[in-house]
């Protein structure tokens, strides 16, 4: 029995290819990562994902054994109307179809970290939301290649496309303390808002609570006819002296106004602290001239109101809302039970760190009956 060859050496029974057959398999590369709608190194790279994901899906099936085995012969020719396993393969037309339709859907996609990479990831109950929407229907008009949807289960398979072509594929929040020896902390820790770092699930499964991240960036048309638009500009603009003479007296003529236009704000900002700093002293608390020019609104609303009277304390005016809202909610509550029942709301208790205070809601107007107070003052534990 002969062992491997050495490193370096081809197999026994194979040549070394031809530099003519080499170009050729560039060229090949080349024209199906131009159908695929990739560049040629992400090509590569989804080629190299598809051998890994099937290394991976050859070990499960071999870990699993006969077992499998016997589940398959027993469910033979049942497959229809039951959710596919997922096998990745080449990216094909139907599945390309699918993605550009979820690509033009509002899946309120996420910027997430994978790899290094900025990837966009959806969460999955959105896709399928999106796949028995009426727009999936005109999509299927358009396009009748796209799988029909019936029930769950077709509907899960028509999902499946993306993770069976590459195009979009499960992800998970990696841990940051996988790997390591120490234990998790006890508690949570909070999320800082921000980007997640995310990593791919190894089981490619359909869940509506489940997260996908997008491998396929869609048509690169349109990036390329912004790309062209913006060299045409920084050409035009370095071509400037030889613009014709009424062209760059209309240019000349902008740039003033703009220019001034910009000192106009800008001064009009400085104004408005003069003269909240002089109604400060003369008339408290001062008011503001355009007091949301700063806030993070749109520019309509950063003009509305015209003026407005300074908030020397907006939190504390906040918290003073929400307690009153509450109170007059509990005691509309209280009252709606009395008058319903004809008994008297029952009681509502305050702690506080000195004592202990109950008393009763509103009360419907009884002959002879005094609502309970009980009052507790001065404890002995803090």
């Not at 491997?4 to 990562?33: L, V, W, Y």
């Not at 906040?318 to 007059?328: I, P």
Request: hydrophobic share 40%.
């Amino acid at each position: 029995m002969q062992g491997p060859p050495p490193p370096g050496q081809m197999p026994p029974g194979m040549r070394m290819p031809t530099p003519e057959e080499i170009a050729a398999m560039k060229r090949q590369i080349e024209i199906d990562a131009e159908k695929a709608g990739m560049t040629v190194p992400q090509f590569i790279e989804h080629i190299k994902a598809q051998q890994m994901a099937r290394m991976q899906a050859q070990q499960q099936a071999a870990q699993q054994g006969g077992h499998q085995h016997q589940h398959d012969h027993q469910h033979q020719g049942g497959g229809q109307g039951q959710p596919q396993p997922i096998v990745p393969g080449p990216p094909n037309p139907v599945a390309i179809a699918l993605a550009t339709f979820l690509r033009s859907q509002p899946l309120k996609p996420r910027t997430v970290i994978l790899n290094g990479e900025r990837k966009d990831m959806f969460r999955v109950k959105r896709a399928l939301r999106a796949l028995q929407s009426p727009a999936y229907e005109k999509a299927r008009k358009k396009n009748p290649a796209l799988p029909e949807i019936t029930d769950r289960a077709s509907l899960e398979n028509t999902f499946k496309l993306l993770p069976m072509s590459m195009l979009a594929l499960r992800v998970n929040k990696s841990d940051p303390h996988e790997g390591h020896d120490h234990a998790p902390p006890p508690k949570k820790a909070k999320r800082v808002k921000g980007l997640w770092t995310v990593k791919i699930e190894p089981q490619q499964e359909a869940q509506d609570d489940m997260y996908y991240v997008w491998l396929w960036e869609g048509s690169q048309f349109m990036r390329k006819v912004y790309a062209a638009l913006a060299l045409l500009v920084i050409f035009a603009i370095v071509c400037y002296p030889l613009w014709p003479l009424k062209m760059r007296e209309g240019v000349y003529y902008l740039s003033w106004g703009f220019l001034c236009f910009l000192g106009l704000f800008f001064a009009m900002a400085i104004f408005r602290v003069i003269l909240f700093c002089v109604t400060y002293f003369v008339l408290k608390p001062g008011f503001w001239l355009f007091p949301n020019l700063w806030e993070d609104v749109s520019v309509i609303d950063s003009f509305k109101p015209v003026w407005a009277w300074h908030d020397t304390n907006p939190q504390k005016k906040k918290k003073k809302s929400k307690s009153s809202s509450a109170a007059a909610g509990s005691a509309s509550a209280q009252a709606t039970f009395s008058a319903t029942t004809g008994q008297p709301a029952p009681a509502t208790a305050t702690t506080t760190t000195t004592g202990v205070s109950i008393a009763t809601g509103p009360q419907p107007h009884q002959r002879g009956y005094t609502a309970p107070r009980v009052e507790e003052i001065g404890t002995d534990e803090e």
